[in-house]
């Protein structure tokens, strides 16, 4: 059905990724990359930037004892990674050694991705979590007057700003119980203040605190209900730092929207090779990842369109819609494909394949006839910026026709 009479060996695959330059490699898989998510960015997105740590085992260049959170001591490689939040697709991965993990490391594929973006694609906010909110990030993102989202990291000047604000009393609702106080902040280093949101809620439950105290233990009980009287509230707390004019309510919920990026990790780690898929030079690492990243964006559309109202991960996604026995038969020319499934629901699966199909079928034959050259990629991307975002795609012009009898 594919034109496939054999699957390539693992090591005819390493043999293959090592005959491709280097840096044409990494251009020609970056152009696909942004091929695959460039037809979405005309709507209002937001990018987020985070790095995720790979536990090595063996020889392998960059495979440096630095950062490992969940293996301590092993060698690491570690992924800079930009994504497309929401619909999860990935704008670039870059694979570095272990010890490259700081956001210093991140900043110049994300600045360097942000300018080869037009104006009118750029995201509407940039958003990270406290590794990022560092001077020389928001400074070059400030020039660029690109909006910006960060968490601080809570350093004693920053602590210090908390306990200032912890005195007063105008706090204002942030959602899901957390509460808000706007501020403006200069840190040592910056060159002026920029707007600091503290955020704080209350511990639910009771805890104990306990310590010495001249060689006496002494306890501190944490109650959750500050109505009784003496009482110690525990707060959990966190500072973000923006260059936008969002509501407390609305910076809080786009910072928790921020934990989908962690999702996104999991899935292309675990469930689809980054985690796996290892070389002994970061080059054909780089290829790799990058290729995963280009199929996952595929196939994260493709489940979109058959599951148009959440999203589905590959671990039930793939045995959802791939787990059946095809059969190809050719008849008066035409070539049919018939699917026999393999598990309980696959009726839904096939219902959903058959809503896919009459789309593709639909956008090939608007394609064909339309007079700009609208590709069905770009037709499908408008479906789901339609379907997600509620942005219908732009009307197209009709050329004036000729309505003058003959005697005109």
Same mark, same amino acid.
């Given at each position: 059905?594919?034109?496939?009479?054999?699957?390539?060996?693992?090591?005819?695959?390493?043999?293959?990724?090592?005959?491709?330059?280097?840096?044409?490699?990494?251009?020609?898989?970056?152009?696909? +990359? @942004?091929?695959?998510?460039?037809?979405?960015?005309?709507?209002?997105?937001?990018?987020?930037? $985070?790095?995720?740590?790979?536990?090595?085992?063996?020889?392998?260049?960059?495979?440096?004892?630095?950062?490992?959170? &969940?293996?301590?001591?092993?060698?690491?490689?570690?992924?800079?990674?930009?994504?497309?939040?929401?619909?999860?697709?990935?704008?670039?991965?870059?694979?570095?050694?272990?010890?490259?993990?700081?956001?210093?490391?991140?900043?110049?594929?994300?600045?360097?991705? %942000? $300018?080869?973006?037009?104006?009118?694609?750029?995201?509407?906010?940039?958003?990270?979590?406290?590794?990022?909110?560092?001077?020389?990030?928001?400074?070059?993102?400030?020039?660029?007057?690109?909006?910006?989202?960060?968490?601080?990291?809570?350093?004693?000047?920053?602590?210090?700003?908390?306990?200032?604000?912890?005195?007063?009393?105008? =706090?204002?609702?942030?959602?899901?119980?957390?509460? #808000?106080?706007?501020?403006? +902040?200069?840190?040592?280093?910056?060159?002026?203040?920029?707007?600091?949101?503290?955020?704080?809620?209350?511990?639910?439950?009771?805890?104990?605190?306990?310590?010495?105290?001249?060689?006496?233990?002494?306890?501190?009980?944490?109650?959750?209900?500050?109505?009784? #009287? &003496?009482?110690?509230?525990?707060?959990?707390?966190?500072?973000?730092?923006?260059?936008?004019?969002?509501?407390?309510?609305?910076?809080?919920?786009?910072?928790?929207?921020?934990?989908?990026?962690?999702?996104?990790?999991?899935?292309?780690?675990?469930? =689809? #090779?980054?985690?796996?898929?290892?070389?002994?030079?970061?080059?054909?690492?780089?290829?790799?990842?990058?290729?995963?990243?280009?199929?996952?964006? =595929?196939?994260?559309?493709?489940?979109?369109?058959?599951?148009?109202?959440?999203?589905?991960?590959?671990?039930?996604?793939?045995?959802?819609?791939?787990?059946?026995?095809?059969?190809?038969?050719?008849?008066?020319?035409?070539?049919?494909?018939?699917?026999?499934?393999?598990?309980?629901?696959?009726?839904?699966?096939?219902?959903?394949?058959?809503?896919?199909?009459?789309?593709?079928?639909?956008?090939?034959?608007?394609?064909?006839?339309? %007079?700009?050259?609208?590709?069905?990629?770009?037709?499908?991307?408008? @479906?789901?910026?339609?379907?997600?975002?509620?942005?219908?795609?732009?009307?197209?012009?009709?050329? +004036?026709?000729?309505?003058?009898?003959?005697?005109?």
């Amino acid at each position: 059905m594919l034109n496939m009479n054999k699957v390539i060996s693992e090591d005819a695959l390493r043999n293959a990724l090592k005959r491709i330059p280097e840096a044409e490699g990494t251009a020609w898989l970056d152009t696909h +990359l @942004h091929d695959s998510v460039a037809p979405l960015l005309d709507a209002a997105w937001i990018l987020d930037t $985070d790095t995720t740590v790979k536990p090595l085992y063996g020889k392998q260049e960059g495979a440096v004892v630095s950062y490992n959170p &969940k293996k301590p001591g092993r060698p690491s490689h570690t992924y800079h990674t930009y994504l497309m939040a929401g619909l999860r697709q990935v704008l670039g991965v870059e694979v570095h050694a272990g010890n490259e993990h700081a956001a210093c490391h991140t900043q110049p594929g994300l600045l360097k991705l %942000l $300018d080869n973006l037009p104006a009118t694609r750029k995201p509407a906010l940039v958003r990270g979590d406290c590794a990022f909110g560092n001077n020389p990030l928001m400074r070059e993102l400030e020039a660029r007057d690109q909006p910006y989202l960060f968490k601080l990291k809570l350093t004693t000047n920053v602590k210090r700003h908390i306990g200032r604000l912890f005195r007063e009393n105008d =706090w204002t609702n942030a959602g899901q119980g957390w509460e #808000g106080r706007d501020s403006r +902040l200069a840190l040592a280093g910056w060159a002026e203040a920029r707007r600091v949101v503290v955020l704080r809620r209350p511990i639910k439950g009771e805890m104990v605190i306990a310590g010495e105290d001249n060689g006496q233990q002494v306890l501190g009980f944490i109650e959750a209900d500050r109505r009784s #009287g &003496k009482a110690i509230t525990g707060y959990e707390y966190a500072v973000l730092v923006t260059n936008t004019e969002y509501g407390i309510l609305s910076l809080g919920q786009l910072y928790r929207d921020r934990a989908d990026a962690e999702n996104a990790f999991d899935e292309l780690k675990n469930q =689809w #090779g980054w985690g796996g898929f290892t070389t002994q030079d970061l080059h054909r690492c780089q290829l790799s990842a990058r290729a995963v990243a280009l199929i996952y964006n =595929w196939w994260s559309v493709f489940v979109r369109l058959a599951n148009p109202h959440s999203r589905r991960e590959a671990i039930t996604s793939r045995p959802w819609l791939m787990s059946a026995v095809g059969r190809k038969t050719e008849h008066a020319g035409q070539t049919s494909i018939t699917l026999t499934g393999q598990h309980a629901d696959f009726g839904k699966a096939q219902a959903a394949l058959m809503r896919v199909s009459a789309l593709l079928q639909q956008w090939v034959l608007r394609a064909t006839e339309q %007079l700009k050259s609208a590709t069905v990629w770009n037709l499908v991307c408008d @479906h789901l910026k339609l379907l997600v975002a509620g942005i219908s795609p732009p009307q197209n012009s009709r050329l +004036l026709t000729c309505t003058a009898d003959a005697g005109g």
